[in-house]
């Protein structure tokens, strides 16, 4: 099973990708896979392709502010300006890798904002027309506003340490570094003259280093820059996950014991080919031995979500717990049930 390439949209949301496998036990063998979740809202179906402003800069009259504070709080200067851009990028590349939408950030255009948490006004139609029609998108994201927070904070103990044979007490200084960040979007469907989604997305992450001394501790931490732009960057995905279905890795596994039909079976599934495994494991599903009929129901569940036939696998998964009692099953099935319930969800977002 092959990832990501240009498959019939309508099958997406069934779409499971094989990563890699690994034995977890003498009888199971697991695989990672790639499942297609729904957005957190929907964007209507006529807009796939996207335009990415940044609107959050200040303007002539915010830009004294926005330099003091930074020098006041010990950011670096302009920082939010580059944090700014990397958070188009990171919310850029997160919906050109999602089946839904193609991006492009519109760097060239210049449109000032706040430089602050509070939205500027909305941009005029005129202007988002001109945007749509010039670079021939459907609609316009703008990063409405941006702002960082810096906090750093540090200390010292004490901690012992192996030396020549002995145990001595040494005093270790440590640093954090933390970024709150704040980014607040907003979506223009010119066609239909509407503002689709506002939203503030805030985040704060956090870096963590030791040393010899106070200096060698923040000296071992990250730049305040790069650590912005990261925390901006992540701020930019977090807004992509919210307006497209993306891919998530979820863990499966499967029985490779229980005869030598079995063993076979596995090399089906080496080349993906679960049609060729499910043949084997068929034969079992109804077996004297319950143990192996449990164990190859649920491989049946697994060959027919891996196939995008998510009812037939939580029939399979429902049979291996209730007639085979095997337990672990229920966990299984209540995961295919929450993934069938995504489906009206994810076929509304989907062309």
């Known amino acids: 099973m092959n990832m990501k390439k240009n498959y ?54 915010n830009r004294l502010g926005n330099f003091l504070e930074g020098f006041i709080s010990g950011e670096s200067i302009f920082a939010d300006r580059e944090a700014s851009y990397a958070t188009l990028d990171g919310c850029s590349n997160k919906l050109n890798n999602s089946p839904r939408f193609k991006s492009t950030v519109l760097s060239s255009e210049d ?45 010292s103990g004490v901690r012992n340490q192996t030396k020549d044979g002995k145990t001595v007490s040494v005093v270790e200084f440590w640093s954090d570094l933390k970024i709150r960040v704040n980014a607040g979007w907003r979506i223009y469907d010119y066609k239909n003259k509407t503002i689709i989604d506002q939203n503030v997305f805030t985040d704060e992450q956090g870096w963590h280093a030791t040393g010899p001394t106070e200096a060698a501790a923040r000296g071992n931490l990250p730049s305040k820059r790069s650590c912005v732009n990261s925390a901006g960057r ?85 049979k291996a717990y209730v007639n085979y009692n095997v337990k672990s099953d229920l966990t299984y099935l209540n995961q295919l049930t929450y993934r069938i319930s995504q489906q009206a969800q994810l076929n509304e977002q989907m062309k």
């Open 8 to 61: 019939n949209f309508r099958s997406i949301p069934l779409l499971l990708i094989l990563f890699s496998l690994g034995l977890i036990s003498c009888k199971t063998t697991s695989l990672r896979v790639q499942v297609l979740v729904p957005a957190q809202i929907n964007v209507p179906q006529d807009i796939a392709t996207v335009g990415i402003v940044n609107h959050s800069l200040p303007s002539k009259d």
């Open 111 to 155: 449109f000032r904002g706040t430089g602050t948490k509070q939205f500027p006004l909305p941009l005029e139609w005129s202007q988002v027309e001109m945007l749509c029609k010039k670079y021939n998108v459907d609609a316009i994201i703008a990063l409405e506003t941006f702002d960082s927070d810096l906090m750093h904070t540090g200390g």
């Open 234 to 318: 992540y701020a930019g995905e977090m807004f992509a996950i919210r307006i497209s279905p993306n891919w998530v890795w979820v863990s499966r596994y499967y029985y490779v014991k229980g005869n030598d039909q079995f063993k076979e079976a596995k090399k089906y599934v080496k080349l993906n080919d679960w049609k060729g495994a499910a043949k084997i494991w068929s034969k079992y599903t109804a077996s004297i031995d319950p143990k192996i009929a449990g164990r190859a129901c649920h491989n049946m569940a697994l060959a027919a979500e891996m196939e995008g036939d998510l009812q037939a696998a939580a029939d399979w998964a429902k």
